[in-house]
Nanobody
């Protein structure tokens, strides 16, 4: 399984970006998908979660500004980011977890390679 992010770039504060994460397989196999970000010199931070049933969760830092969604027909996870702030700058990673396949000892976790988001003040 391969995850590929796109949509990052340079944007001014207050602007918007939509990140995409295209999976090489149907996203039905993932019971949870997430977006993380990592700023220079900081730990990777969870920014959005979507679970089966399309239940979503966000940390307070992005709640009301970011929206996670997925398109099953396109095998793609999205992150709509509005009202961007300089502190949103970082590399954004797509993450997906597949429930334990038959014969496997555990769930399988996948990561994309990341896409850079830079918000200028």
């Amino acid at each position: 399984v391969h995850l590929e992010e796109s949509g990052g770039g340079l944007v001014q504060a207050g602007g918007s970006l939509r990140l995409s994460c295209e999976a090489s397989t149907t996203v039905y196999i993932f019971y949870v998908m997430r977006w993380y970000r990592q700023a220079p010199g900081k730990q990777r931070e969870l920014v959005a979660t979507i679970r089966n049933g399309e239940n979503t969760n966000y940390p307070d830092s992005v709640k009301g500004r970011f929206t996670i969604s997925r398109d099953y027909a396109k095998n793609t996870l999205y992150l709509q980011m509005n009202s961007l702030k300089p502190e949103d700058t970082g590399v954004y990673y797509c993450n997906a977890i597949q429930a334990r396949p038959l014969g496997s000892p555990s769930d399988i976790e996948y990561w994309g390679q990341g896409t850079q988001v830079t918000v200028s003040s």
